[in-house]
């Protein structure tokens, strides 16, 4: 016997499916087929296993006067008769697995499918189905098949707003089709309108005694308080998905059984599990959860700031910075994250949604959460390249800095929009903000935030040619730099050192690294650490020091692998790889500056504006490794390679090496 288990959210289409299926099936079950709704979220009370015994038994053909009235009997009865029968018995909406297993027939070849929105662990399934929501373009296709496609394509964008809204679910979308049906009159434009909020959505999909919230509550109040309570605060959950630590953070529960909790509301049908330990709500589900949060009073309040906290707590430990560099805001028993790396594991895990959190912070009234949150994740942001994603957020807490409660805050978050803009190579724009930082931290008499301003303002004139400038305002920054802040003293100095070597003063760079290397020690940090030992090492190698270099370099690139930043262990194996080549062995290089051009392809083109300078840097380094070791053909690849790179236009210095690259071959 087939058994097939067919689960999901409520609204999902279930019921249909297993309709449909069994016209599919019927021919090849000459016995028939026999449907019996099981009403696990009827209004009457669910069909009892005697009850759907003896109606099945009835159907079959039995006495209803003979067949017996016990429901050992009735099962006994029911296996008997279908013994040499091959049935296709269709079970829907069914309680769990204890409802179902009397009700299976007992001859081969018989099938039997059945539906409920809890996972029926407890049943023997051949096989199991879990339904997501419906694809965007099927969406579209039902929506137009129930308010006319002509209508549906009069006004596109209005339809596949609609559609959004719905999320891919098909109660909703008929729901919807529906009002549209009795109200031709109306534009897509003027439904759309009307579903803004979440109350006004879950409202419009509401139609005689179909409603999705409807759907949602009887689901909600099937389970144990809780798994109740965890239900509720996922509605003011910054992000769609998320893991055990959000809502034990919002309940004060340990992680284990807010663990156990969203499992059990994974096996209701109402929270999905993309991948192990990962969960997600449908956003309509979500909608209702939010709904119900707000009806207990200081939920919204206690409830979503906690989740928030959560998110600071990560990104601030996950930053490079320091707790230093941080108001001190955090939670009174310390972090939740035993160390940098949990959490920025933890972020990885949330992806591109982490950047949601500061307007979810905003929308809750919550300006200081916002800011601080915004200022934590730039490091994390830009870190891995995600320069965008930084602007986006810091703008977005720009606009609340001056009215957050915390002064620091609006020269803090404008030197991390410099700091975006600076690593993106927007000089200018980086200029900018740096300068109206500086401007800020001098009125508050802020040294900390004065010193990251004009550290960037140096970075920024060193970029733009203005060597004058640029030691003077990182010279500033050295002075009033506070002796706590060790990753901030560590940047200033690397920074005048590289203003030594444009200045030709390599001695003096190198004695600059140095004092940004002790600093790194103190931070502790991989990526820090990485930074300062190849600032050092590019002293050596123009020192003529290699063998000096070469150490540095390969731990540096080993902490670079550490702390998985591509773009730092791309640059990093390149100049291992001319450190090599200096010291006379062009084959061993090559290896280094291969792999170095692996991590650079590594790199997302969207998101890394070096990638294609950097992949012009390499593979000079590259073919002038080929010149050395003899093999001119293979530098002439490079050195061309190089030269079509798509933005090598862009790159004066890295096309006059590959041009003259390709001469000496």
Same mark, same amino acid.
Not at 179 to 208: C, F, I, K, S, Y
Not at 331 to 355: H, M, T, Y
């Given at each position: ?91 829907? !909406? ?6 179902? #297993?009397?009700?299976?027939? @007992?001859?081969?070849? @018989?099938? %039997? ?24 373009? !099927? ?34 979308? #008929? ?14 434009? /003027? ?6 909020? =979440? ?26 308080? &809780?798994?109740? !309570? ?44 993309? #991948? ?71 972020? =990885? ?49 720009? /606009? ?5 409660? =915390? ?6 978050? &404008?030197n991390c929009m410099g700091l975006a803009e600076l690593l993106a190579f927007r000089t200018e724009e ?17 040294? &900390? ?42 940047? %200033? /100095? ?45 002293? /050596? ?125």
């Amino acid at each position: 016997m087939t058994v097939v288990a067919v689960d999901g959210t409520p609204g999902m289409g279930k019921s249909r499916l297993i309709v449909q299926a069994a016209r599919e099936l019927v021919p090849g079950h000459p016995a028939g087929c026999l449907f019996l709704d099981l009403r696990a979220h009827a209004t009457s009370r669910p069909l009892s296993p005697r009850r759907a015994l003896a109606r099945m038994l009835r159907a079959l053909g039995g006495d209803g006067a003979r067949i017996g009235d016990g429901e050992d009997e009735l099962t006994a009865t029911w296996r008997s008769a279908t013994s040499d029968l091959r049935l296709l018995l269709v079970l829907d !909406d069914a309680v769990d697995a204890r409802q179902v #297993r009397p009700l299976l027939p @007992s001859g081969p070849g @018989s099938t %039997v499918t059945v539906s409920s929105r809890r996972r029926l662990a407890g049943l023997d399934a051949t096989r199991r189905i879990s339904l997501d929501p419906l694809p965007d373009g !099927d969406s579209l296709r039902l929506f137009g098949s129930l308010v006319g496609a002509d209508r549906a394509e009069r006004e596109p964008d209005a339809a596949r707003a609609l559609v959004r809204l719905c999320d891919g679910l098909p109660l909703a979308l #008929r729901i919807l089709g529906a009002r549209l049906q009795t109200r031709p009159e109306w534009p897509l434009a /003027h439904m759309l309108g009307r579903m803004t909020g =979440d109350e006004d959505r879950l409202e419009e999909l509401n139609v005689d005694d179909r409603s999705v919230a409807a759907a949602f509550q009887l689901s909600y109040e099937e389970l144990p308080p &809780r798994q109740q !309570d965890v239900f509720r605060v996922l509605g003011l959950a910054p992000t769609v998905e998320f893991d055990p630590l959000t809502p034990a953070a919002m309940l004060d529960l340990p992680a284990v059984e807010a663990g156990r909790a969203l499992e059990q509301l994974v096996d209701a049908g109402l929270v999905r599990q993309p #991948r192990p330990g990962r969960y997600r709500r449908h956003d309509l589900v979500r909608s209702h959860a939010r709904r119900l949060s707000t009806a207990v009073p200081g939920t919204s309040g206690t409830s979503g700031a906690a989740a928030l906290r959560l998110h600071l707590d990560a990104a601030r430990m996950a930053s490079d910075w320091g707790p230093q560099a941080f108001t001190d805001t955090g939670p009174a028993g310390g972090s939740v994250f035993p160390d940098w790396r949990s959490a920025a594991k933890w972020l =990885d895990e949330i992806g591109g949604e982490v950047v949601d959190v500061v307007g979810h912070a905003l929308a809750l009234g919550r300006d200081d959460l916002a800011c601080w949150i915004a200022e934590a994740l730039t490091d994390y942001l830009t870190g891995r390249g995600r320069y965008h994603d930084a602007r986006a957020i810091l703008g977005i807490a720009l /606009h609340r800095a001056p009215d957050c409660g =915390d002064l620091r805050m609006v020269a803090a978050l &404008r030197n991390c929009m410099g700091l975006a803009e600076l690593l993106a190579f927007r000089t200018e724009e980086a200029r900018t903000w740096f300068g109206e930082a500086a401007d800020v931290s001098r009125h508050l008499g802020d040294d &900390r935030e004065l010193a990251r301003a004009t550290t960037g303002l140096g970075t920024a004139a060193l970029q733009s040619g203005d060597i004058g400038a640029a030691d003077a305002h990182t010279t500033a920054a050295l002075k009033v730099i506070p002796s706590s802040d060790d990753w901030g003293a560590s940047a %200033v /100095h690397a920074s005048l050192g590289f203003v030594r070597i444009a200045q030709e003063r390599n001695e003096d760079a190198l004695a600059c690294f140095r004092a940004a290397h002790t600093r790194a020690r103190r931070v502790g940090r991989p990526r820090v650490l990485s930074r300062a030992l190849t600032c050092m090492a590019d002293a /050596h190698l123009l020192l003529d020091a290699p063998h000096e270099a070469t150490p540095l370099l390969r731990e540096a690139a080993a902490l670079a692998a550490d702390a998985k930043d591509l773009l730092l262990g791309a640059l990093t194996l390149a100049r291992l790889g001319t450190a090599v080549h200096q010291e006379g062995d062009p084959a061993g290089a090559a290896v280094h500056l291969r792999a170095a051009l692996a991590a650079q392809r590594s790199l997302l083109p969207g998101d890394e504006p070096h990638r294609d300078r950097l992949e012009m840097d390499i593979r000079c380094r590259l073919g002038r490794a080929h010149l050395t070791a003899g093999r001119p053909d293979e530098a002439r690849r490079e050195f061309q390679a190089a030269l079509n790179v798509p933005r090598a236009f862009a790159y004066d210095l890295e096309r006059g090496q590959a041009a003259r690259g390709l001469q000496s071959c």
